[in-house]
C-alpha cells in the first residue's frame, strides 16, 4: 500500500467554483502535513502545511483528520491560474524525508 | 539566494553511457535529497543526505544508481550504465528542517 494516496483527477472546473481534494496517508505515525502545488513542467513548491486544527490562507482551506487519516485541500472561487497539480505531502515520526502523493490534476476552465 | 541549482536542466543520452546530475543547494541547508518523478509512479525518493552524509538509500533502484556529497555545497547522481526505464524527471530538493523543503528546477532525462 501506498504511504499517501490520492484521486489523480482530473478535475475540471468553471471559473468562481469551489473544489475539494482529499487524501489518505496510511501510517497512523505521520507527523506533518503538507500540500504542495506542481505546474505543468516545473518543481512542487510549498503551497501550505496542514495543521490539526485546520488552517486557511486566502482562498484556501486545508484540514487534518487523525482518526481517519486524511487530509483535504478546499480552494474557494477557483481562478485560472490555480489550474495545476495539487500534491498531498506527509513526513513521518523520526524521519526527514517527506512522501509524496502522485497528485491531483486541476484545471479551472474560462 | 539563487535556490536549489540543478544542471543539466535536459539530458539526451544513449543506452549504456553514463549520466551524472548535478546539485547545488541552498546555502546552510543541511538536507539534501534527490527525487525521481514520472507519471505512473509520480515523485519516488531516491536517496537523502544530512550534514553530507547518506541516510536512507533505500529507494536507489539498483547499483547502477549512486549518489555523493562531498561537501556542502554539492551532490552528484550517477547512473552508470543508463537505460530506457531510467527516463523521468530527477529533482534535488533542500531544506533546513522537517519543513520548507525547495526544489530545484529539475533534470528532465531522456535514455534511447
Known amino acids: 500500500r501506498k504511504e499517501v494516496e490520492q484521486d489523480p483527477g482530473p478535475f475540471n472546473v468553471p471559473e468562481g467554483a469551489t473544489v475539494a481534494f482529499n487524501c489518505t496517508y496510511s501510517n497512523s505515525a505521520s507527523q506533518s502535513f503538507f500540500w504542495y502545488r506542481q505546474d505543468c513542467r516545473k518543481e512542487p513548491k510549498l503551497l501550505m502545511s496542514?495543521?490539526?486544527s485546520g488552517n486557511e490562507d486566502g482562498r484556501f482551506t486545508a484540514q487534518l483528520n487523525r482518526a481517519s487519516q486524511y487530509i483535504s485541500l478546499l480552494i474557494r472561487d477557483s481562478k485560472l491560474s490555480d489550474s495545476a497539480t495539487y500534491l498531498c505531502?506527509?513526513?513521518?515520526?523520526?524521519?526527514?524525508?517527506?512522501?509524496f502523493g502522485t497528485g491531483t490534476r486541476l484545471t479551472v476552465i474560462p | 539566494d539563487a535556490g536549489v541549482i540543478q544542471s543539466p536542466r535536459h539530458e539526451v543520452t544513449e543506452m549504456g553511457q553514463e549520466v551524472t546530475l548535478r546539485c547545488k543547494p541552498i546555502?546552510?541547508?543541511?538536507?539534501l535529497f534527490w527525487y525521481r518523478q514520472t507519471m505512473m509512479r509520480g515523485l519516488e525518493l531516491l536517496i537523502y543526505?544530512?550534514?553530507?552524509?547518506?541516510?536512507?538509500d533505500s529507494g536507489m533502484p539498483e547499483d547502477r544508481f549512486s549518489a555523493k556529497m562531498p561537501n556542502a555545497s554539492f551532490s552528484t547522481l550517477k547512473i552508470q550504465p543508463s537505460e530506457p526505464r531510467d527516463s523521468a524527471v530527477y529533482f534535488c530538493?533542500?531544506?533546513?528542517?522537517?519543513?520548507?523543503?525547495?526544489f530545484g528546477s529539475g533534470t528532465r532525462l531522456t535514455v534511447v
Open positions: 505531502v506527509v513526513t513521518q515520526t523520526g524521519a526527514n524525508n517527506l512522501f
Open positions: 496542514v495543521y490539526s
Open positions: 543526505f544530512n550534514n553530507n552524509v547518506p541516510i536512507d
Open positions: 546555502s546552510g541547508h543541511n538536507s
Open positions: 530538493a533542500s531544506s533546513t528542517a522537517n519543513y520548507g523543503y525547495t
